[in-house]
Every structure is written in structure tokens, then in C-alpha cells.
């Protein structure tokens, strides 16, 4: 009987560590970032632009946008209103390594599109055609005064 009872405490102990290991998994798995895309070289961003310069013209009218420097291939800012901005990556999600181009705004400015694999992409970012399946990486934008932080 004694053999019995020793053996309780140890099998509550073995099934303790299991749920443990399976918590450890879950929370580990939890902690990755939303922002990251499959493909899409994870790299510091840490810009500013004055919204009101002469440089970005268009950064003055809703659905405005402009490009600039940082990211992995450069970054394409998106005004939806006078307090709202976008800003994301303009590799590709689905050949972010693409020597052929870059995302970029449309002809008709209505949406953005890679000319290599022809995906493209509302100006919130969302994939509207494929063969794309993210949609564009978005880095946090904020703006304080009229001088928009672009990180990550």
C-alpha cells in the first residue's frame, strides 16, 4: 500500500512538468510579432518627416502619400486624414527580395501594386489581388505636431 501511495506524488509531478512544457510552448509561440511578415527582412526603422513640408506635397490631401528612405526597400507613407498615417514597407510580401521593383502607388492612385509579381494592395495595406497573401508590412507611425514618427 505504501508503494502505491509513493507513487501518486511522482505522477502528479510528472504530469505537472507536461502542462508546464506545453504553457512554456504556447507563451513562446504568443510572443512573436504581429508585424512581421514570412519573407520580409525584420531591419530597424526609426524615421521622421515633417508632414507639412514642401518635400511631401502630397502628405497634405486624404489618400495623399509619399515616399522615403528606410525599411528594407524603402517605405511609402499613406495619409487617410489629418491625424491618421500609414506607413509600410514597400518590398513585396510575396518576393520581398524582387530586384525588379518596389511597391508603389498606381497610375490611377487608387491603390498600390508590385510590378513584378503584379499583387496589389489597398492603401490600409490589405491585399485586394494576388499572388500575394500578407498584406504589406506596416510600421508604427505617430504624430506629434506636424513632425510623424515612423518605427518599429
Known amino acids: ?43 530597424p526603422v526609426n524615421e521622421q518627416i515633417s508632414v507639412n513640408s514642401l518635400q511631401y506635397p502630397m502628405l497634405r490631401q486624404d489618400g495623399g502619400y509619399a515616399y522615403i528612405q528606410g525599411g528594407y526597400r524603402g517605405i511609402i507613407v499613406v495619409r487617410q486624414n489629418a491625424s491618421t498615417y500609414y ?18 502607388a498606381d497610375q490611377s492612385n487608387l491603390f498600390l501594386t508590385h510590378s513584378c509579381c503584379g499583387s496589389q494592395f489597398n492603401f490600409q495595406g490589405a491585399v485586394t489581388s494576388g499572388p500575394a497573401v500578407y498584406g504589406l508590412l506596416q510600421y508604427r507611425t505617430s504624430l506629434v505636431n506636424n513632425i510623424l514618427y515612423i518605427t518599429n
Open 87 to 104: 506607413a509600410f514597407e514597400r518590398a513585396c510580401p510575396y518576393d520581398p527580395d524582387a530586384n525588379c521593383g518596389v511597391v508603389s
Open 1 to 43: 500500500m505504501q508503494a502505491t501511495t509513493a507513487a501518486k506524488p511522482a505522477k502528479v509531478f510528472t504530469t505537472i512538468n507536461k502542462l508546464l512544457a506545453l504553457l512554456a510552448i504556447v507563451i513562446l509561440s504568443a510572443c512573436s510579432s504581429d508585424t512581421v511578415r514570412p519573407g520580409v527582412p525584420n531591419v
